[in-house]
């Protein structure tokens, strides 16, 4: 009951879930697209296998969720955390990028979902977890697309608790606040600096990865087992006013 697939585990929030929960005894698969990356972070953090796969490809899940399974034999814990967010005015969002956001942010995590629960339901045990987005909770001006992608999760997560209550399956999904990774970073310019962000926090300070990875870990464990259809905001305060 140890089995795990991270999506988007080759950096940021998904290597430091991989890392935490390795070195609590779990089993890792490891997914992203920068090849280097999961090989280096197999070597280091030992874990049992790799994939590399761009989540737009034609049948991704599938072909990730076979993988995962060939190494590990199973799937017992999926962790939906791979995403990409984007900033523009929604009269000004491409349809290619609608159509790559809900692949990546929303379509792909119901596929793995999917394929997952069928060996979850034999086995009377499972653990989905999802990695949306503050976003997702409260809206955030010219992110539109990435919130309502990340939004999705809120009712995905409750209609499946409630499917999967029986099967000793819970659902649920973390909601972080500014995290410092590539994705924020990528966010940065001119026009919006690194402190005008951090003065929007009511905390004055960024989530960090190990704080994501630590809930993970308690929402994977036997003690959570009544923990289900939750969607929490680990935000330093976002959630609740300005
Ligand atoms: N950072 C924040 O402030 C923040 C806040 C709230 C929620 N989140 C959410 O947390 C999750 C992780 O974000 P992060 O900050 O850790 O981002 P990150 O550092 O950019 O890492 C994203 C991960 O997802 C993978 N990925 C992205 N697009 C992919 C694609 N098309 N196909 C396959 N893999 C893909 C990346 O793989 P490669 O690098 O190998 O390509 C990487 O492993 C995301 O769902 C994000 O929306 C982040």
Do not use: W
Not at 122 to 147: D, M, P, Q, T, W
């Amino acid at each position: 009951m140890n089995r795990v697939l991270v999506t988007g585990s080759s950096k940021g929030i998904g290597a430091k879930i991989a890392e935490v929960l390795s070195s609590s005894g779990y089993q890792i698969f490891l997914h992203g697209r920068d090849e280097n990356a999961l090989k280096n972070l197999f070597e280091k953090i030992g874990v049992k296998g790799f994939f590399s796969i761009d989540l737009t490809e034609e049948n991704a899940a599938q072909k990730l969720f076979d993988k995962a399974t060939e190494v590990l034999g199973g799937v017992d814990i999926l962790i939906n955390n791979a995403g990409e967010y984007f900033y523009a005015k929604v009269e000004e969002t491409p349809k290619e990028t609608l159509d790559r956001l809900v692949t990546i942010n929303t379509k792909v995590p119901y596929e793995l979902i999917s394929l997952a629960t069928v060996g979850m339901k034999e086995k009377n045990f499972g653990r989905i977890i999802n990695i949306g987005s503050i976003s997702g909770a409260v809206g955030e001006a010219n992110a539109s697309l990435y919130s309502m992608t990340k939004s999705a999760f809120s009712g995905l997560t409750k209609a499946l608790a409630l499917e999967l209550a029986q099967n000793n399956i819970t659902v649920n999904t973390i909601n972080p606040g500014y995290v410092k990774t590539a994705l924020l970073d990528g966010t940065f310019d001119d026009d919006f600096s690194e402190k005008e962000l951090l003065d929007m926090i009511p905390q004055n300070r960024f989530i960090e990865p190990v704080e994501i990875a630590n809930l993970v870990k308690y929402l994977v464990s036997a003690e959570a087992r009544g923990l289900t259809g939750q969607c929490i905001n680990l935000c330093a305060g976002m959630s609740v006013g300005g």
